[in-house]
């Protein structure tokens, strides 16, 4: 790959981390029923790109009983 374009894709992914890190957090919860994941710390950004999940701002996955 050339260099330029490394240095674009590095751009943007300190970009990406940067503009996340000022948004609410909370727990994103994937999935449903006995195969549910819980995770803390995601924006409802983030959370959203995984899909079938669901964003809860300001609690945590031990709040929500996982």
């Known amino acids: 790959m050339s ?8 751009l943007f992914i300190v970009l990406l981390v940067l503009s996340c890190g ?3 957090t909370g727990a ?3 999935g449903s029923g ?3 994941h819980c995770g803390d ?7 959203s790109m995984m899909g079938d999940s ?13």
């Open 3 to 10: 260099k330029n374009f490394m240095r674009l894709l590095l």
């Open 22 to 24: 000022s948004q609410p």
């Open 28 to 30: 994103c919860v994937q």
């Open 34 to 36: 006995i195969g549910a």
């Open 41 to 47: 710390g995601f924006t409802a950004a983030t959370c």
């Open 54 to 66: 669901t964003f809860y701002q300001g609690q945590s996955c031990k709040q929500l009983g996982f």
